[in-house]
């Protein structure tokens, strides 16, 4: 990057976020949150496609987002956030992924170039699929999430009723 031109910024939830193009991530890597207190930045692997690094920053938009309680398609209710929080650890981490990656596709849709995004559904087809209806997704495993709650309040009450 030129010592001339801006550091590129976004504001995700009232906080400036500089955009930094490295080499040092590994090549599985697209983005990573830097969790530094002043300035807060987003690390981008530079030797990837553009459309892997628009969705890497998306994604962590979405991680963001999630840490400070923004409501997603998916996430929008009061008892949803409570019934995530009180999830088993394995469930939640699935679904907090699973939400900040919805996220990072609306990202990609509302933010990339119309040849990023089509590169994207070409060369990942699968995982563009899946994007599409990762809020259907989280409803049905947050649905059975909550179908478990229910069972386990009733038989807790039969049995303390039967005691």
Known sequence: MSPY???PTIIVAGVPLAIEFTDGLPDKCDARLEQRDDPR???VNRNLPQYQQVFGIGRECGFLLQQRGYNSLALDR???WKL???APDGDRQKLCHLDAEGRA???VCFYAKRDDFLAFAKSQPKKFFRLMFSNVIFIVHLSRLRLQ???FKFFYALALYEN
Do not use: N, R, V, Y
């Open 84 to 86: 995530l929080a009180a």
């Open 149 to 151: 709650t229910w069972i």
């Open 78 to 80: 009061p008892w949803k």
């Open 105 to 107: 596709f609306l990202f």
């Open 5 to 7: 031109l801006p550091q």
């Open 41 to 43: 930045a987003i690390s």
